[in-house]
């Protein structure tokens, strides 16, 4: 089949590379003028590096392995820890945080050079019968047999599907940065999610002496940006227990970038005819869970099985795609809404979780990990 793809991040490319090693058609329409590298970094756990590794994608010599997860009180009080490197024991497949324009790097590497047309504004899709159509800001028209939209938070073709006010502001907003800090963390194979009434810290090693960090405050759509947010940052965080004050006096104002978290009710069905959607235009959701960039990739894989060899209406087959991922995206989106990554838990309880615990929860958030024949 002949298949258009509205976007060409992580969502996109993966699509692209799943439906072209099946022996479809594809092209690729992205907004931005040039490849995207800018981005702080991503976690891929092990549900992501098994979808990656079945799409032919290393992540070998990129960013950092993360074997440990470590909650702390903003005192430097261990509240619970997750031994992340029992997914990889269990699996097969490591976690990893890597920025994300290596990510895309790689996602990229061996596709045809004229994959993706940059410089595509989507303005508008349609279908009629058998055929989907975009419509661009420069006037121009393309056609194919399905329309794939992987094309974000400010999705066209979702807008297209559901209409407007599908997408809801969460509660929080992140403030972050990805810097080369020398830290002992930074070097090592530990993240830290640390909590306190002012909010919550996280920091991850990503590779190559660069540390991932972010802030999470409380956020509404209507608050005014701080004139000096790093500074805000420093008076609101700067008196917790190192290695945050060590972060902070080693940031700059050039490194921080600001996103509020929003999120949409995942549907059983997300699409309708022969135009469906992947990642964040189906399902945005807050990044409490880290499994935005996994969740897209689980899109990808499951919609590629659905889409090879197995014939009948392609409409059909994308309905299956979509009930296929309900459960499960479902299940993470909830998990996300509520912020349990901010949540103060008392370390006394904290300890009470296994440390494999997370193991476990990939299971429920994972299509890959749990096919009886994933090939």
């Known amino acids: 089949m002949d298949v258009l793809v509205m976007g060409a991040g992580v969502g996109g490319l993966a699509v692209a590379r ?9 092209r690729v329409y992205e907004r931005a ?6 981005g702080a970094a991503v976690t891929i756990f092990s549900n992501g590096t098994a ?13 950092g392995r993360i074997d440990r997860l470590d909650a702390m009180t903003s005192g430097g009080r261990l509240r619970a820890s997750m031994n992340i490197a029992d997914a990889a024991d269990r699996y097969g497949f490591e976690t990893r945080a890597t920025p994300r324009r290596l990510l895309l790097e790689r996602l990229v590497e061996g596709l045809p050079g004229d994959l993706v047309r940059y410089g595509m504004n989507c303005r508008s899709v349609r279908q009629d019968g058998d055929r989907v159509t975009a419509a661009f800001e420069d006037g121009s028209t393309v056609g194919g047999d399905l329309l794939i939209g992987a094309d974000g938070h400010h999705s066209v073709v979702r807008r297209h599907l559901w209409g407007e006010g599908a997408v809801r502001a969460a509660t929080y907003g992140t403030w972050q940065g990805l810097s080369p800090i020398d830290i002992d963390i ?17 920091l991850m090693p990503a590779g190559g002496g660069m540390l991932q960090w ?24 700067g008196h917790w227990a190192s290695p945050v004050p060590e972060v902070l006096a080693a940031a700059t104002e050039d490194e921080l970038e600001f996103f509020g978290h929003h999120w949409t009710k995942v549907r059983p069905v997300w699409g309708k005819g022969r135009i469906t959607l992947v990642g964040d235009a189906a399902h945005i959701m807050p ?10 990739l689980e899109d990808a ?3 590629g099985r659905e889409l090879t060899g197995k014939g009948g209406d392609p409409a059909l087959r994308l309905r299956a795609y979509e009930r296929a991922r309900y459960p499960r995206m479902s299940f993470v989106s909830r998990m996300a809404k509520h912020n349990p990554a901010n949540w103060r838990i008392p370390p006394l309880i904290g300890r009470l979780f296994p440390e494999n615990t997370q193991s476990s929860i990939l299971l429920r958030y994972s299509n890959r990990l749990t096919a009886a024949n994933p090939h």
Not at 20 to 25: D, S, Y
Not at 53 to 63: A, E, Y
């Open 214 to 237: 972010w802030f999470d405050v409380r956020w509404s759509p209507t608050d005014p940006r701080p004139e000096r947010p790093l500074a805000e940052l420093r008076r609101r965080f």
């Open 33 to 38: 003028l040039a490849p995207r590298t800018g």
């Open 301 to 303: 894989w499951v919609l």
């Open 18 to 26: 799943t439906l072209l090693a099946a022996g479809h058609q594809v």
């Open 51 to 63: 979808v990656l590794s079945d799409l032919g994608v290393s992540l070998d010599g990129i960013g």
């Open 186 to 202: 930074t070097h090592s194979h530990r993240s830290l999610m640390i909590t306190g009434r002012e909010g919550a810290c996280g």
């Open 287 to 296: 990044p409490t869970m880290a499994q935005g960039a996994n969740q897209t």
